[in-house]
């Protein structure tokens, strides 16, 4: 399996440059996993995209700072990308950000979470396929889908995120949280925004990072989407 990478991430803060690219950890996540998959990591918010996304078995759109609201030029030229994909019957899986943009080429809706930021550990219940089962997610997000694009089904859910997930047909995956993210990149996260969100926020979640991510079971979720989507 080929899979491009399209890195959305907007930060180049002294902090990500201590810290592995989006591309890497998801090469790294997936890899564990299924060892013979190969990638191809565009930086689309530089403008880097990939010329024919009909060479890939697969896309992946990682999370980003970006809002998904936003009418940035790359982020109009990836939700012009997206449709096209999904046309082409392409697989596609988004994350936080990726998600958020996927729903919005496609006719959904992004708004802010009325509760605010979401951090740390969080209990998702996967609903896709008949048979609920609930995972821990690691989630840094204040934006959340709000109105689901025409034809998808919710994949997931949590309690105060109610379209945690989407999925449309064999063809797009989508997680509102960040299976990408290892327990210490999500608690060196966390402690860098202390210098700009109240404790009221970080404390509780940086106490529920006590509870480890399901990352091989969200992993088996993500590969076994393209898995199928290849085997139609």
Not at 50 to 71: E, K, L, M, Y
Not at 184 to 194: G, P, Q, S, T, W
Not at 200 to 226: C, G, K, M, Q
């Amino acid at each position: 399996m080929l899979i491009a990478i399209l890195m959305t991430n907007t930060d180049e803060s002294e902090f990500a440059s201590h810290h592995s690219k989006d591309g890497e950890k998801f090469q790294q996540l997936i890899s564990a996993a299924r060892p013979d998959w190969r990638f191809e990591v565009f930086s689309v918010k530089d403008d880097e995209f990939p010329q024919d996304t009909s060479r890939f078995d697969g896309v992946i759109i990682t999370g980003s700072p970006a809002s998904a609201r936003d009418r940035a030029p790359w982020i109009s030229r990836l939700e012009a990308l997206i449709c096209e994909m999904v046309e082409q019957q392409i697989p596609i899986y988004g994350a936080c950000f990726g998600h958020q943009v996927i729903a919005t080429a496609l006719g959904g809706k992004v708004d802010f979470n009325p509760d605010g930021w979401v951090l740390g550990t969080v209990e998702t219940e996967l609903v896709s396929d008949g048979k609920p089962r609930k995972l821990n997610l690691y989630a840094a997000h204040k934006e959340q889908v709000t109105i689901l694009p025409k034809g998808a089904k919710i994949a997931a859910k949590t309690q105060g995120c109610p379209i945690a997930g989407f999925m449309i047909g064999n063809t797009v995956l989508t997680s509102q949280y960040h299976p990408e993210m290892t327990p210490d990149f999500i608690e060196a996260l966390l402690e860098e925004m202390r210098k700009e969100i109240s404790e009221d926020v970080i404390n509780p979640a940086a106490a529920s990072l006590s509870t480890i991510a399901d990352r091989y079971e969200i992993t088996e979720v993500i590969t076994s989407f393209f898995e199928r989507a290849a085997s139609k």
